[in-house]
């Protein structure tokens, strides 16, 4: 029989975990673009509000409550359930067990939604009244246009027009949550415009369309998906879920498995383990990356540009540059330029590990997984899929019994042209 480890509502974790005050360093602080000093809190009031920027900065408290009205939402499909990959241990004959967190049960099919309920709810009681924000594949689109018919918002999402072509069942979703979304790089902003009309588009590009609206507007504001502070705290539901869950078998993993584009699924996955790990626990975290895009393998550590055309505040993380385009590959959630700083920051003293996985290699353990397990994974969670089966034939070929988690963060059905 399949082993599913379910929490009741009860159970589920009623705080957020904030890992900066236990982290044995300081994050460098985010710079104006303008004057290359750490930016003030009135300008990036223009960008968030203030509720997400207390979040971001808040070095302090180790937990941060959630609010009761987030709550109610996240009860809706959270817990979400820790299977146990039975078949796939069999198949790959391997010592291991692994265990998956499935995320795909949200209401739009991934992670995205943790933190879309949370950033909409703080943006409404903040007075915003519009929304403006980027996509790579849709995930974090259609997440933020649910939150924002959940709490009143209006949704605009720049998605990058590679991903626009290739996924119309995600713009689809978008509209079906009353999301308004355009293909980046579009004719409705001074930078969409320096771009021909067939550009592919990146990240990058679609959230300097993004940004670019706000400052044009009153009563809106920005919300990222993935890589700032706030983001992968929300995110930590995850990770803490998984801690219980795991308690519950009375076990303790030895791996833990997360795909990664900007970090939210792998930081709201791996965060609540870190004391652990500083606390001196044999306990290893891999960053799963597609070649392709490979940030944290192949990135430099310095200050850049959250987007294209230079408008975010400057961060302090791993990046291939503002400019990179990365090839059209249909894990279009891993095709961004930087990444979070808190995992970069990790990664810088190797409390984490990266890997980089070939578009081959990650299909090829996606169908796999499909077959074996019944669940077609999202392009982008392949990755992590595909982390796990190494470390399983690893762990085979050692002949060592482990413990492996993955966090499964989105199922595929809105991708299946990808599988063609």
């Known amino acids: 029989m399949r082993e599913y480890v379910h929490l009741n509502y009860d159970e589920m974790p009623k705080s957020w975990y904030n890992v900066l005050p236990d982290l044995p360093f300081k994050l460098d602080p ?25 979040q971001e900065a808040n070095d302090v408290d180790r937990f941060i409550d959630m609010p009761e009205e987030i709550l109610k939402e996240y009860a809706v499909y959270r817990p979400t359930p820790l299977i146990r990959a039975k078949f796939l241990e069999e198949f790959l004959e391997t010592p291991v067990k692994i265990y998956y967190k499935y995320e795909g049960v949200s209401p739009t099919g991934s992670h995205k939604t943790n933190t879309a309920l949370a950033q909409a709810y703080f943006n409404k009681i903040s007075g915003t009244e519009i929304l403006y924000t980027e996509t790579g594949a849709g995930q974090w689109g259609s997440a933020l246009s649910y939150a924002g018919v959940k709490y009143g918002l209006r949704v605009n999402v720049y998605m990058v027009r590679v991903s626009y072509l290739q996924k119309p069942a995600r713009k689809n979703l978008i509209n079906l949550f009353e999301g308004n979304v355009t293909p980046s790089p579009s004719r409705n902003t001074k930078v969409g415009r320096k771009y021909p009309e067939d550009h592919p588009g990146s990240l990058g590009i679609a959230i300097s369309e993004a940004m670019e609206e706000v400052f044009d507007k009153d009563n809106a504001k920005y919300a990222l998906g993935s890589v700032l502070n706030h983001v992968l705290l929300h995110q930590t539901v995850i990770g803490l879920e ?91 959630g891993l095709r961004y330029h930087g990444a979070a700083p808190i995992i970069s920051a990790l990664l810088k003293n190797n409390l984490i590990e990266a890997q980089t996985f070939s578009q081959d290699e990650t299909f090829k353990a996606a169908k796999l997984f499909s077959k074996i397990e019944g669940i077609i994974p999202a392009p982008e969670s392949a990755h992590a899929i595909a982390g796990a089966i190494r470390e399983a034939l690893n762990a085979k070929k050692e002949g060592k019994g482990k413990v492996i988690v993955f966090t499964l963060s989105g199922h595929g059905l809105f991708d299946l042209n990808a599988y063609v």
């Open 242 to 332: 998984i801690k219980k869950q795991l308690e519950k078998l009375e076990l303790k993993p030895d791996i833990i498995i997360g795909c990664h584009g900007g970090g939210s699924n792998f930081g709201g996955t791996i965060l609540p383990f870190i004391p652990e790990k500083l606390s001196g626990e044999n306990l290893r975290f891999i960053a799963c990356e597609p070649e392709s895009c490979p940030t944290l393998t192949k990135g430099e550590y310095r200050y850049d540009f959250g987007d294209t055309a230079g408008f975010t505040p400057m961060l302090k993380m791993y990046t291939l540059g503002k400019d990179f385009i990365p090839p059209s590959i249909h894990a279009g």
């Open 30 to 54: 985010p710079l104006d673009p303008e004057t290359q000093k750490p930016m003030t809190p009135e300008k990036l009031l223009k960008i968030f509000p203030g509720p997400l920027l207390e």
